[in-house]
């Protein structure tokens, strides 16, 4: 095993998986905040609602066309760089992964026909139907993942033959404890993600006093939502931290960068651990209890320090050290945007309130940041472990794989997505800056099903007819 | 069990050849003209449809990795950087759909994305199945030839041939699909496509026998196995009467025989093995709790809506591409 082979090769996961989670994540929850204008517009009746809807169809559209792409480049790393991996844990991961495929396939291709040119053809409480399914079909997506990846933080339910996790029991796995206290955190994040995006627009049309009534729409109902959830997201984060508490002492021991056992323990704010000497440096901590009351609800639990656990099992700390900080930090950041945000909009002065208005704009890579950060806190902290306590990630990787080839893919890899998400990003922004206009778009002749990304065409299309005219 | 797993396995990745195949295949015949509204009505006959296409792709390998572990992990290691350089191909070219529209300046970048990603992609797909049949060095489930072990002069003649395979699928489906100046063309170059499939496999055949490939002795055990063959030859003969006759329609299913035929040749040749001839279907299969877990809903519910709503979308935009709708 080339120990750079193995470091390439986890860059490559790394960079692959973060650029895909940034579209899924966005389109789960845009998908249910769809669901909801829909509903909306079927009993107010309101145009706007419409106007929104058809707008935020649009960037859906190229969102989960990346997301697609990026996602069938997951679908084969597994057997080239971790073939080990993909061996012994086929028999468990792989029909988590056929479910995703299957399921995605069966409910999102199928609906998502009928949001791009079914309006004019069926009912409208079956379009409402559809654009339902659409969001059960992410969410479904998003579960499928979360059950996989809970499986190889927390694995459950196997015995081991013959050199491969065979799956003894499904129940266990499917209704793992760790996999509910993740799955809604996942999901309440892609919801913020999608609020957030959705409030930053609509701030971004009233700072520019454009397109003012359905600019109104997204920044309340994005930063409603938002003030609604952000406490939830964190209670559910809370208890993803008790199952590291449980099962993953290493990992906790890294975020908290607790060097000795302590009963009870200290809370560490903000250091900078040094991993060499077992200590940290310019150190603010909260005294005892209060590390034990965060990560195991109790005035005396004892908490495990890094000292504890061999140095040959300990994670890179400094990264989950950081990366959850991080995290949190984004937290607070979008609780205090979305509290104040909805208690101006409730006393009618968020409108006028430019400060506030720039703060919504600005603060739409925060729930991005705060999914990535908290990705690296689960994935590296799990470290070295790609399947928690059972399986190094150092073992898991092909054998043979050399560091030029692994080089060479992760070089092909970033060129690929680096050319294909400048000109994502060009089309989100052309949209974003055309804004909610025209006439209610036509159902596009061609765009069909499987070709998300065709509605774009559409709009281009009007708007030279517009232009023309 | 194993069996039904083996069942969608097959039909996924002929349903794979079959529907990407002529798609690609057009991808390169898109490289063969310059005329910008040939190039537009070309991309108008798949676009609906290419992307429904290539999810069978995605089917294949997560089936593949969930039901036969040891298969996925020993051949997608194995093709290292034969699968980087498909999927990078694959992409530029799905990219292009979507983007070469919207391009003024840029468009040729696009052009050479599609033309090149297709033809890439389809040389590679090529190469992998040459390699897969010559044989890969493999010891104990396990890939042991190397980066560049896949490599031989056999592979890249099979990589070579499929490109003449799937050109010819994809010159079919324009002649089907489109009317004028297009399907004239398709016409015209069937017969050199044709040609120049025929003479890839007359090599291939010669190139087996002087290399005395493993294949070939199982022939000679199993003769039964010329049925097939034997069903591709009659499918050939129909199909180059059907393009004499210019019947619009025949040709792109008789070539899809062929392709089957050849398909279902290749499959039952290596009986029971998987990777041949090291890996048998019965040493790569799943434990039972797997195969059963998938197979109680994602086997018999999910797969047949799979297939029927592959149907549907092919037969919703059945009918000739009219000079209209080039531009969707």
Known sequence: MDPTALLLSRLQFAFTISFHIIFPSFTIGLAAWLTVLEALHLWTRRPAYRLVFEFWLKIFGIAFGLGVVSGIVMAFQFGSNWSVLARMSGPIQGPLLAYETFTAFALEASFFGVLLFGRPRVRPWFYLFSTAMVAFGTTLSAFWIMVNNSWMQVPVGYVVRNGQFVPDDWATILFSPVLWARFPHMLFASYLTGAFCVAATGAWYLLRRVFTAEARIMLHMGLGLAAVLVPVQLIFGHLCGEYVDHHQPSKMAAIEARWHNQQPASEVLFAWPDVAKRQNLFAITLPPPFGSLIDSDSLSAPEAGLDSIPPQNWPPVLIPFFTFRIMVGCGVAMLLIAWIGTWLGRKHRLEQSRLMLWATFLSFPLPYIAILTGWYTAEVGRQPWVVYGVLRTADAMTPFLTAPAALVSLLVFCTVYAFIFIFGVFYIHKLLRTGPVGPLILPPAGAVPNRPMSVVNNLADSQQLSAGE | ?328
């Open chain 2, 1 to 328: 069990m194993v069996t039904f797993w083996v069942a969608v396995l097959i039909i996924s990745m002929l349903l794979y050849v079959l529907l990407d195949g002529f798609d690609l295949g057009i991808g390169i015949l898109f490289g063969l003209t310059r005329v910008e509204i040939k190039r537009a009505i070309m991309m108008s006959a798949i676009s609906p449809i290419w992307d429904g296409n290539e999810t069978w792709l995605v089917v294949a390998g997560v089936v593949l990795w969930a039901a036969f572990p040891v298969v996925y992990a020993a051949l997608f290691s194995a093709f290292y950087l034969p699968l980087l350089v498909m999927l990078a191909g694959l992409i530029l070219r799905g990219v292009a759909f979507e983007y070469r529209h919207k391009a003024e300046r840029m468009r040729w970048v696009w052009d050479v994305g599609f033309a090149g990603g297709s033809l890439v992609a389809t040389f590679i797909q090529g190469l992998m199945v040459g390699a897969l049949v010559e044989g890969l060095p493999i010891a104990n489930g396990q890939y042991t030839g190397g980066i560049f072990g896949w490599l031989s002069p056999f592979a890249v003649l099979c990589g070579i041939g499929l490109c003449f395979g799937y050109t010819l699928l994809g010159a079919c489906w324009l002649v089907n699909k489109c009317e004028g100046e297009v399907r004239d063309t398709a016409y015209r170059q069937i017969p050199y496509l044709a040609i120049g499939l025929l003479v890839f496999l007359v090599v291939v055949f010669a190139f087996a026998l002087f290399e005395d490939l493993p294949v070939l002795r199982r022939w000679v055990d199993r003769p039964y196995l010329f049925v097939f063959p034997a069903i591709g030859i009659v499918a050939a003969l129909l199909a180059a009467n059907s393009v004499r006759r210019r019947h619009d329609s025949v040709p792109f299913f008789m070539v899809s025989l062929i392709f089957a035929a050849a398909f279902a040749t290749l499959a039952l040749s290596f009986w029971p093995y998987m990777i041949p001839f090291s890996v048998t279907i019965k040493d790569a299969a799943s434990p039972h709790s797997t195969l059963a877990f998938l197979f109680w809903f994602a086997g018999i519910i999910v797969f047949p809506l799979m297939l029927i709503y592959t149907a549907i979308n092919l037969t919703v935009f059945k009918g000739k591409v009219s000079a209209s709708e080039q531009h969707y």
